[in-house]
């Protein structure tokens, strides 16, 4: 079972190419040894991997030995939630597609907050 999103609905799956995810099956879900809390559905932008690569965490260089493609803007992508939040407070939070973010997301980020910067209701 993928577990709910913000919304209250099943989870829809964020991406598979690149296969995002802590488990690497396109999905925003997440268990309890997923420290990083892998649950927001986003879309990078190149201003948000370059805050990310700034602050420590490289986005965009590949990683294969942790089956990671490196990213590109426009790549949809299992953010980690607080590093959304860190994003959201330096003004260069991505783009959130709501129906593939899990509800966990919300034990660390507002609900209006995701509202705000969702692509999935501002088609």
């Not at 999103?5 to 598979?16: A, F, I, R």
């Not at 995810?21 to 997440?30: A, E």
């Not at 942790?66 to 939040?85: E, I, M, S, T, V």
Request: charged share 30%; hydrophobic share 35%.
């Amino acid at each position: 079972m993928k577990g709910k999103n913000v919304l209250g609905e099943d989870l829809k799956d964020c991406s598979h190419d690149p296969k995002t995810g802590f488990f690497r099956d396109g999905c925003c879900r997440t268990r309890s040894d997923d420290t990083g809390r892998h649950v927001v559905c986003v879309r990078v932008t190149k201003e948000f991997l370059e805050f990310s690569q700034d602050v420590g965490n490289d986005l965009s260089t590949p990683m294969p030995e942790y089956q990671f493609p490196g990213l590109k803007p426009g790549d949809k992508w299992c953010l980690c939630a607080l590093r959304w939040q860190e994003a959201l407070e330096a003004g260069v939070a991505p783009l959130v597609d709501l129906h593939a973010t899990h509800e966990r997301a919300l034990d660390y980020i507002d609900l209006e907050d995701l509202k705000l910067h969702s692509f999935s209701l501002n088609k």
